[in-house]
């Protein structure tokens, strides 16, 4: 069965995923039009921004949006335009953990996908491939597939497909431009193969045949799943390894270092810290853990639930270690809190570990201010809101207050929290910072950031995570 050329995308979902990705096939095919249509117009509207203030930050994304937009590239409210007229469409919508009902706390929430599949099958006159971009539990292709079948109009037929997206915020652009590898799912039949060559060679305009991966589509499901949990059973393994160097008087830098050269398990993912966040690590093992045991297997379930055990600890171990340190009380102390996104070069705050130690201070009673380059205010006072439900946001900010200028969260301050590795803290100068801070001076490094020596010989009293003070 010959393969359909593709000269019309939709992409259901302008959002972390759907943006980027589609953004850069547009770059890359200028021969297919590409549509992203989401229902959020204020969402829609940054897209088209004439200054182009995109809803996400990722370097590199506004090169990609001016060369495209407007071209073959187009962001659109009219999901129902975009469908008819689309010969494959990604759908890439958000799938939340679960915060009720079967599987509350652990399961994706696979509303949005549902409905978009559903609308879909509504509106689609004509046969389709339909590219399933969301993470997804294994065998959700089998749900859209029978949601699609039954609502199908008389001669049109859905191709499912599986294709998850494996970037990394930060470095989505350059992960998009030079993939480790493009994994595909379809079902193994001609029909399924046919639709997987379909994608596969809009793909083929510029990433290599050998990183293009055919695979049945519950693998490529169960891969997406796997590739994140095992990368995150890395970090929660490094972490608690880096409480005993803390005990110890071991240097999980150099512990680290002395790891990964070893063939076997290589340098990546080997960096001690606050502990992981994002749209997906955490998202992914949950969903994992409810796999699991819903095919009972609840040794299985245990080993991954224990993953973001470790990364919880993680973050509670870090702002005990603040407590402890400040003389056993933060009680109405000044504690400058240093990033806010879940790591450098994103905005995205999702389970970003600062969330967690600002609640722990809080809850302390002390004050905090925050200072980060690319998150809004409006973003963190969402945020402390969810984290902090038996406050009310009139109560959160006579606590907490967001400045422009890591120098100016500083100032005044008992101590300062390293909770994001922006490279600007590394450059910031701190000789001034220390001449403006309530004595003694205190700093805390999540991150494994800064130079504590100099640091040290300026007159700081530093902790590092990972570090202990044994000679």
């Known amino acids: 069965m010959a393969p359909i050329k593709v000269t019309k995308i939709c992409c259901i979902g302008a959002g972390y995923v759907g943006g980027p990705t589609c953004a850069v096939i547009a770059l890359k095919c200028p021969h297919i039009t590409v549509t992203i249509v989401d229902l959020n117009q204020a969402r829609v509207d940054a897209w088209n921004s004439p200054d182009f203030a995109l809803p996400i930050y990722e370097p590199g994304l506004v090169d990609v949006v001016k060369q495209a937009r407007g071209r ?30 079967v599987g509350a706390g652990f399961a994706a929430d696979l509303n949005y996908v549902e409905s978009a599949t559903r609308r879909i099958a509504a509106v689609a006159t004509s046969s389709k491939i339909v590219v399933e971009k969301s993470t997804v539990p294994c065998r959700t292709a089998e749900s859209m597939r029978t949601i699609l079948e039954a609502n199908s109009k008389a001669g049109t037929h859905f191709d499912i497909l599986s294709n998850p997206e494996f970037l990394a915020e930060g470095t989505a652009i350059v992960d998009l431009f030079s993939p480790d590898r493009v ?80 063939s076997r398990i290589g340098p990546k993912f080997l960096r001690a810290s606050v502990g992981f966040g994002g749209s ?12 699991s045991e819903s095919l009972h297997l609840p040794q299985v379930a245990a080993y991954w639930r224990q993953v973001v055990e470790m990364n919880e600890y993680q973050k509670s171990r870090f702002s005990k270690t603040v407590v402890d340190t400040l003389f056993n009380t933060i009680t109405g102390k000044h504690i400058a809190v240093l ?37 809004e205010e409006a973003q963190i006072w969402l945020d402390l809101s969810e984290a902090c439900p038996t406050l009310t946001l009139e109560a959160i900010k006579k606590q907490v207050n967001i400045v ?15 909770a994001t590795e922006w490279k600007e803290f590394r450059e910031i100068d701190w000789q001034t910072v220390y001449d403006d801070m309530s004595k003694p001076a205190f700093v805390f490094d999540g991150r494994l950031l800064v130079d504590a020596e100099k640091l040290r010989s300026i007159g700081f009293k530093v902790t590092t995570i990972g570090r202990g003070e044994r000679l």
């Open 72 to 101: 073959n590239l187009f962001f659109s409210t009219d999901v129902d335009k975009g469908i008819r007229e689309a010969d494959l469409i990604f759908v890439s919508v958000n799938t939340p953990t679960k915060k009720s009902g």
């Open 183 to 262: 994994l595909i799912g379809s079902l193994q039949t001609p029909e399924g193969k046919s639709a997987s060559q379909s994608l596969s060679d809009v793909y083929n305009n510029w990433v290599p045949k050998e990183r293009i991966l055919s695979v049945g589509l519950w693998s490529s499901e169960l891969s997406k799943l796997a590739a994140n949990a095992m990368l995150a059973q890395r970090i929660s393994s490094i972490n608690a390894l880096s409480a005993i160097c803390e005990a110890t008087g071991a240097n999980i830098d150099e512990v680290a270092h002395a790891i990964g050269f070893d």
């Open 280 to 291: 997906c690590f955490q998202k992914d093992i949950l969903n994992l853990v409810y796999l």
């Open 339 to 375: 990033g806010f996104a879940f790591k450098a070069d994103t905005g995205d705050t999702r389970e970003s570990a600062s969330i967690s130690l600002i609640r722990d201070f809080l809850s302390e009673r002390a004050y905090v201010t925050i200072y980060d380059p690319q998150v």
């Open 404 to 418: 422009h200028s890591a120098v100016e969260a500083c100032k005044q301050k008992e101590a300062v929290v390293i």
